[in-house]
């Protein structure tokens, strides 16, 4: 089997973990021979000052109206939903107490 240097992470630990559990000496000396060629891919591998860096992942665009405007429009979009569901449920709670003093009025009057 034809094996990719330098390993990746978790195949060099599978490997470090085949080399200390091997049932046998010779497999446990070929697991080691595969350790010592990935540390030799690693020390043949480009130097330091060539290596590329990792690609990273891009957040999104930041807004074009400017952070501050874009704060001033959200923080204003709370205050009107705050403000429509603080009505709503003022509108339900007058409604409810108009209903309670209706059946109140109509059971005296029984």
Avoid: C, Y
């Avoid at 034809?2 to 559990?21: C, T, V």
């Avoid at 030799?40 to 930041?62: D, E, N, Q």
């Avoid at 429509?84 to 059946?103: E, S």
């Amino acid at each position: 089997m034809k094996q990719d240097l330098p390993l990746s992470p978790r195949a060099l630990n599978m490997a470090r973990h085949r080399a200390e559990h091997a049932p046998t000496p010779e497999i446990r000396e070929a697991a080691s021979r595969l350790l010592t060629d990935h540390e030799l891919a690693i020390a043949m591998g480009r130097p330091l000052h060539r290596a590329v860096p990792r690609p990273t992942f891009r957040t999104s665009r930041p807004s074009p109206l400017g952070p501050n405007l874009t704060g001033l429009l959200l923080g204003a979009l709370a205050l009107l939903g705050f403000l429509f569901i603080a009505t709503v449920l003022w509108a339900h709670a007058t409604d409810v107490a108009a209903t309670m003093r209706a059946q109140a009025a109509a059971m005296r009057g029984m």
